[in-house]
């Protein structure tokens, strides 16, 4: 792992720590110890991420309770042997349409309504494809620690409309692959989630 991958989960593991700490201890003195172990957990992760320290503030901050992974829901449409992409306004970059599962919703009904957002197309889960760590694959360096699912969907009607987040929506095959958002979806993903398709394995993949 790259020095600076590793200054970044130094930082998230002595933020989970502090955030613990914070949430279950009663000791006054104990959680003045948590705050600054949080405070240095906020210079680690600026120094090593490039952010803005008052950015990771913001971030850790809102987190409240134990610490756990984040959870990205993503959505695998197929059609014609090419799959669904959106490009993102904010890197110009395609991905599989999805993003943050919401508080109160399944992966299943959070998969429907991020592609329905993101593409205007309407969907039926089929199945998991996939669930990922997000620290083992070459994705670029986040704040948090992130499991990715991959849902398999059908398409069932709609028609491709752009959103606030997206600017275009198109369908791509294997070998025509557009430029992707690493934050995201990275190419070996991709070419897993094709290759899984294509082969109708029925075991899920998970780190």
């Not at 948590?34 to 950015?55: C, D, F, N, T, W």
């Not at 756990?68 to 197929?78: A, E």
């Not at 904010?90 to 399944?106: K, M, R």
Request: glycine share 8%.
């Amino acid at each position: 792992m790259a020095e600076d991958t590793r200054g970044i989960e130094w930082a998230r593991k002595i933020q989970a720590i502090a955030q613990a700490g914070l949430t279950y201890t009663k000791n006054v003195y104990d959680l003045e110890r948590y705050e600054e172990l949080r405070a240095l957990s906020v210079e680690m992760m600026a120094a090593y991420s490039g952010l803005e320290i008052e950015q990771v503030a913001g971030l850790f901050a809102n987190e409240i309770g134990y610490a756990t992974p984040k959870v990205d829901v993503r959505g695998v449409v197929i059609q014609d042997g090419r799959m669904l992409f959106v490009k993102e306004v904010t890197d110009g970059c395609w991905s599989l349409p999805g993003g943050w599962a919401d508080i109160g919703l399944s992966p299943r009904e959070n998969v429907v309504k991020e592609i329905k957002e993101e593409s205007g197309y309407e969907v039926t889960p089929v199945r998991l494809l996939a669930a990922l760590d997000r620290n083992l694959h070459p994705h670029t360096p986040l704040a948090y620690h992130v499991y990715k699912l991959f849902i398999l969907c059908e398409l069932t009607g709609g028609e491709a409309k752009a959103s606030i987040e997206t600017s275009e929506i198109g369908f791509f095959s294997e070998d025509e692959l557009p430029p992707l958002s690493v934050d995201r979806v990275t190419e070996s993903q991709v070419r897993m989630l094709f290759k899984r398709v294509r082969e109708s394995a029925a075991e899920t993949v998970f780190d």
